[in-house]
C-alpha cells in the first residue's frame, strides 16, 4: 500500500517557520541569482500582497519575502510559480544554485560559470537528499562565491604557459601575481609552479599578450562546509572539459544520495561513506588525457 505523502506548500522546503510561528519566510528559486525586469516587478507586487511589501536578498543569491501569513501560502506559491521564481529549497536538498558572473562579463574568469550553474539547477534542483547539498561554481580560484566551502564546488583554472624568448621583462605579471610565484631572477621572470595556484590572471593581464594557457580545467572539490566550523572540501580532480566535469558531478549527487548519512554535516562524513571509492570511480570514468590533476589514491 503506498503512503499518502502531504505536499502542501507547507511542506517545501522554502517555506521556512519565522520566529512567530504564525508567519513563514519563503524563498524562492533564482539559479545563479539571474531574475529578469519582469519577474523583478512581478516579485514587488507579490510581496506587497501577501508578505510585509519587503523582500531579503539572500548568501546564495536568491530572494525570500518575509512575514507570510499561513493561509496565504498556497496562493503565494501559485503566483510566485506564474511570475517564473517558484518557491525555492533549503533542507536536505539541492539548493539554490549559485555562481559568479563568469566568461559572460568578468576579465579574470576562465570558464562560463553561469552555464554551468544553470545546466546543473536544470537537472537537479530540490532533488531530495540525505543531507542538505550546495552547489557553487567559480570561474576562477578568487572563489568569489566560496565554492570550496560547499558541498560541492567547481573552480576555474588555467595554467599559464610562459615564453622566455619572447618575454620583454616588463613585469606586469609580477606585480599583478597575487601568489608571489612570479619573480625576477638575474633579469628574467620565472614562473614557480608549486606556489602557482592556476588562477590565468597573468594570461589575462600580459599587456603583449605573450603568456599564453592551457585550455581551462574545472577543479572539483567536495565536502566543503559553511556554519560554526568552515572548512574548505576536498580537491577531488580536475577536468578539461565542461561535459566531463558535468559527469564528476552527477557521480557525486548520485554518490551522496546513496551513501550519505542524515542528520550530519557531508564534510564530517566523508571517509566513513567510501569517499576514496568514489575517486578510484571518477578516475576510471574519466579518459587520462582529459584529467589535468589529481590527489594521489591510497
Known amino acids: 500500500m503506498e503512503i499518502e505523502r502531504d505536499n502542501g506548500m507547507h511542506t517545501r522546503g522554502g517555506v521556512i517557520t519565522e520566529r512567530n510561528s504564525d508567519f513563514c519566510c519563503v524563498r524562492i528559486r533564482l539559479p545563479a541569482g539571474i531574475i529578469t525586469p519582469q519577474q523583478l516587478s512581478g516579485i514587488a507586487r507579490i510581496t506587497k500582497k501577501y508578505g510585509a511589501g519587503t523582500a531579503h536578498l539572500t548568501t546564495r543569491q536568491t530572494m525570500e519575502i518575509p512575514h507570510v501569513k499561513i493561509e496565504d501560502l498556497e496562493k503565494l506559491g501559485r503566483a510566485l510559480e506564474k511570475n517564473g521564481t517558484p ?9 539554490n544554485i549559485t555562481a559568479c558572473p563568469g566568461t559572460d562579463r568578468c576579465r579574470l574568469a576562465n570558464i562560463d560559470s553561469v552555464g554551468i550553474a ?3 539547477d536544470r537537472k537537479y534542483f530540490a532533488k531530495n537528499m540525505p543531507v542538505r547539498v550546495r552547489i557553487a561554481v567559480s570561474a ?4 568569489c562565491v566560496s565554492e570550496r566551502l560547499c558541498e560541492i564546488g567547481i573552480t576555474g583554472v588555467q595554467q599559464p604557459i610562459r615564453n622566455p624568448g619572447l618575454c620583454t621583462g616588463c613585469g ?3 606585480n599583478f601575481c597575487k601568489e608571489g610565484a612570479l619573480v625576477v631572477k638575474s633579469g628574467d621572470i620565472i614562473l614557480d609552479r608549486q606556489t602557482c595556484i592556476d588562477c590565468g590572471n597573468c594570461i589575462h593581464i600580459c599587456p603583449f599578450h605573450i603568456i599564453k594557457g592551457d585550455p581551462p580545467g574545472y577543479l572539483i572539490t567536495v565536502g566543503g562546509r559553511r ?5 574548505a572540501g576536498r580537491h577531488l580532480i580536475t577536468v578539461t572539459t ?4 558535468q559527469t564528476v558531478i552527477d557521480m557525486i549527487i548520485t554518490w551522496i544520495y546513496r551513501k550519505a548519512w542524515d542528520g550530519r554535516l557531508l564534510g564530517d562524513q566523508l571517509d566513513e561513506i567510501g569517499y576514496e571509492t568514489l575517486k578510484k570511480d571518477v578516475f576510471k570514468s574519466i579518459p587520462p588525457e582529459r584529467i589535468i590533476c589529481r590527489p594521489e589514491i591510497p
Open 118 to 120: 544553470l545546466e546543473i
Open 140 to 143: 576562477c580560484p578568487n572563489s
Open 227 to 231: 556554519g560554526r566550523h568552515p572548512e
Open 172 to 174: 606586469t605579471c609580477v
Open 242 to 245: 565542461q561535459e566531463d566535469a
Open 87 to 95: 518557491v525555492g529549497a533549503e533542507r536536505e536538498e539541492i539548493v
